[in-house]
């Protein structure tokens, strides 16, 4: 009987391998065994080429833009490595501009600061780990990108200084295969960086009903913007970089995609913050999973500080025609006010829509933490509104 077991067994996993092999299904370790035609793999790096181990470019003055990368022909980008000295806070990843341009596009399909592009917010510096995209050891400075970038006619690389002051170290590898002819299926890679302080409203910011009876959003017109697209494509994920001024959870945000046009409410609408990230019930915990987690967490009261979640839809990705317009709410209701900062992945067909001007170095800098003595500031202001009484504690209820 165990026998026949084995055999059976051993002939559904045959039938099942065979089938994925006529079937051509993708799978990373699969494609690893095979065999490729025409395909030579490239390299362009910021090695030394007098042959000495100065392998970097020096130097590079504020305000100057710097081509890393510029290539004729067809091929993929499948691997980039980044590392920038000096690192954070000396230095702020935040400032230094990323894009890139496909098949002679004199607009770029990627713009977003370095640092959150690679999944690094703000000024800091701390080691991250995802499937297409890592800031390495040491401390988060080594960046690296494994998304795949196809071009049929060529690609340009380049970033722009917007520091301040001199980057004294920048090295790099842009690893990539030469093709004869890109296949006509392939989608442009795009990234898009997205920054707002949003407003809270006018009775408040009733998170969790705490001030009384909750609004409804029945539009999303208010949300944050994520990303707003033309053409053909697919999403494929995004990192949230948010700063909370409060202790109170800063995600009952429902996310909403509006695929091809669509009105309210969309065809994916989703029931809250956490639960898009794969989570659950407000959590504060750093977590580690290829497709999502959280790369760092705050080390305050509640939720109070800065936060780091993203979710990449590798397995999922969501499809569209024409457009798409993705976005999620502040707050149940677009209630909070939080300093928020996103990086959204896609792949599309070309031409595509024209991104809106880079936000400026002084709105790009992240709001300044909340300190305890702004906490003892608040205290004060809330005995001066309950009669200064001398014994006040401090979570009294209403009277």
């Known amino acids: 009987m165990l026998n026949r077991v084995v055999v059976t067994i051993f002939a559904i996993v045959s039938v099942l391998s065979g089938a994925v092999l006529a079937q051509g299904v993708d799978s990373a370790l699969l494609d690893l065994a095979k065999l490729q035609d025409d395909v030579k793999s490239k390299r362009i790096s910021s090695f030394d080429r007098s042959g000495g181990n100065n392998d970097r470019f020096e130097n590079i003055p504020d305000g100057e833009r710097r081509t890393l990368f510029e290539v004729s022909g067809a091929g993929m980008i499948n ?65 690296v990108s494994y998304f795949v970038m196809p071009f049929a006619k060529g690609a340009r690389i380049e970033v722009e200084n917007d520091t301040g002051r001199k980057i004294d170290a920048f090295y790099y590898y842009v690893d990539y295969v030469e093709l004869e002819e890109l296949p006509g299926e392939m989608g442009r890679f795009h990234a898009w960086y997205n920054k707002e302080v949003t407003e809270a409203l006018p009775d408040g910011e009733n998170e969790w009903s705490l001030l009384g009876p909750q609004g409804k959003n029945t539009t999303g017109e208010n949300n944050y913007l994520i990303a707003d697209l033309e053409g053909k494509g697919h999403y494929v994920g995004f990192i949230y970089f948010v700063i909370s001024p409060s202790p109170m959870w800063y995600g009952e945000g429902d996310d909403m995609f509006f695929i091809d046009g669509e009105s309210w409410p969309s065809s994916l609408h989703g029931t809250g913050t956490e639960d898009y990230f794969n989570t659950s019930w407000s959590p504060n915990e750093p977590f580690t ?13 509640g939720w109070l500080g800065r936060t780091h979640v993203y979710r990449f839809h590798v397995t999922d990705p969501v499809y569209f025609d024409k457009s798409l317009r993705f976005s999620i709410e502040h707050g149940h209701n677009n209630n909070l006010t939080l300093d928020l900062a ?3 992945y896609w792949y599309q067909s070309e031409p595509h829509k024209t991104f809106p001007p880079m936000i400026d170095k002084e709105h790009r800098k992240p709001m300044p933490s909340i300190e305890v003595v702004d906490i003892h500031r608040w205290r004060h202001e809330w005995r001066k509104n309950r009669g200064n009484g001398a014994k006040l504690w401090g979570n009294e209820p209403e009277e």
Do not use: K
């Not at 894009?99 to 510096?125: A, H, K, L, N, T």
């Not at 999973?289 to 009261?301: C, E, L, Q, S, T």
């Open 79 to 143: 691997h980039i490595w980044i590392t920038i000295a000096p690192p954070p806070p000396d230095l702020s990843r935040n400032d230094i501009i990323l894009r890139m341009y496909w098949d002679g596009s004199s607009i770029p399909c990627v713009e977003s600061p370095i640092g959150p592009f690679f999944g690094q917010g703000w000024d800091e510096s701390y080691n991250f780990s995802s499937l297409p995209l890592a800031a390495g050891p040491r401390d988060g400075r080594g960046l």
């Open 289 to 301: 999973h290829p497709f999502y987690g959280y790369g760092r967490v705050n080390d305050d009261i």
């Open 342 to 344: 996103t990086v959204a």
